[in-house]
Each structure stands twice: as C-alpha cells, then as structure tokens.
C-alpha cells in the first residue's frame, strides 16, 4: 500500500499526516502524550487536514487532558509492602527469600508472593514477576483466540506478547499474526478479550473505519466500554522519551 508522512503545526500542535490509499479521512489522539495523528486519502491536502484538525481541535484537547490526567503507577522498587495488579485486581506483594528457583504465588486474593533469591537486585525481581505474567497470557490468550477465529472467521492466527509503549495491542495482516501488550494481564479479562477481537478484527478490515466499526459492534456490541476503561486503566510505570 502507497503510503507518505508529513507533519504540519495548528494552533501550536504537531500533527502527522499520513497518506494511504483509503477512502476517508481519520483522525485520532493517542497515549500516553496525546499524539495527533491524521490518516488521509492520498488526494487529501495539507490545507484540507488542517481544516479537519481544526473542526475537532476542542474533542483533541479533550482526548489529551485525559492522558494527561491517567493514573500512572510510580516507578516498582520490587519490595514488600507494593501495589500490583492481576486480571483486575490489586495485590499487596510479599517478597520472600528462596534459594530453589523463582516463582509467583497469589494468596488469598489479595497478597502476591513474589519468591526469590534474597540477593536478587530490583530489576532482577522485575524480570520474575514480568515472566510470571507473560505465562500468564500464554494460558490465557490460547481458548479466547480460537473463540474469535471461528467467530469472526478469520483462520488460524498467531500471537505474541511483548511490551509495547504507546499501543495495547497491534495486528500484522500479511504475517497473520496479532501482538498483545504485556500490560494486558493486569486487567480485566474482557479487555484482554475486546484487544483479542480488534485485532483480529484487522484481518478483515484494515482501517478504523465504518467497516470496522460495524463489525465490531456485530460481534462485540460492548466494546467501547472497554476500549474507554483502557484507556484511563492505571499504566505501569515506563520511561515514554523514544
């Protein structure tokens, strides 16, 4: 597909234009910073996306006093006494020494044990826990994803889980595969499912567009909700300059 970037200024806001062989124009805001970005049919004009930018600049100021305003988890030092979460839930972690290999154990639903060797630094202690949720996608993603496939008719599709900074979650159509932030396990299941089936959903229609936006509401008629609970969800903490 045919594609250009460029970028332009209104009223003091950078905002990306790119230009792919689409129908209709699209614009959207998004975390953590509130980056304007307008999806545009190759024949759309700088002047004509300006206008369009400026049409919306109150819904715009709107969406990034949000981001601004998103709870964010401060920075984990990975000792007793911390705030995690898991599948929606808030957890008081407990760090216990252990010579035998590192493990997570969640007791009585309000305490995560994190097992580890008494020398393990903090980052170390990071990577146990980070481990601890990736396998806990790996159970959880397997029975939703064939769920979705035979519902929306897709054929098989794989997946992976890695952090990502700015997306929850992202769709490679010609490998056929979908991508889920690794922040997913701290959330409710329902919104590990709406990101399971907006990608998927990508397989049929590329863009955000009416298309799109139909499909899902076919298929998912409650998925704005967890898209908004998304986006004001507590993000972990993360260093956005890139």
Not at 125 to 144: A, G, T
């Amino acid at each position: 597909m045919s594609t250009e970037s460029v970028q332009i200024r209104v009223s003091g806001l950078a905002v990306q234009i790119v230009r792919k062989d689409i129908k209709n124009l699209h614009l959207g805001v998004y975390p953590p910073n509130g980056r304007v970005r307008v999806a545009a049919p190759l024949s759309v004009s700088d002047d004509a996306a300006r206008l369009a930018v400026i049409g919306k600049l109150g819904w715009i100021k709107k969406q990034q006093a949000t981001f601004a305003a998103q709870l964010r988890q401060t920075e984990r030092e990975m000792v007793s006494g911390e705030s995690h979460y898991y599948l929606g839930r808030r957890y008081r972690r407990l760090v216990v020494g252990r010579e035998s290999p590192s493990r997570v154990v969640l007791r009585n639903r309000t305490t995560l044990e994190l097992q580890v060797r008494s020398d393990y630094e903090a980052e170390q202690r990071e990577q146990v826990l980070r481990r601890w949720y990736r396998e806990r996608l790996r159970e959880l993603v397997p029975p939703l994803l064939t769920k979705w496939e035979t519902i929306l008719g897709v054929g098989e599709v794989a997946f992976g889980i890695r952090k990502m900074k700015t997306k929850w979650g992202a769709c490679s159509v010609q490998a056929r595969r979908i991508w889920l932030n690794l922040e997913l396990a701290k959330n409710p299941v329902q919104r590990l499912e709406y990101l399971i089936v907006h990608e998927l959903t990508h397989l049929i229609e590329r863009h955000h567009d009416d298309r799109f936006v139909a499909l899902m509401d076919r298929h998912l008629p409650q998925w704005r909700r967890h898209r908004k609970a998304l986006n004001e969800a507590p993000l972990g903490h993360a260093d956005w300059t890139y």
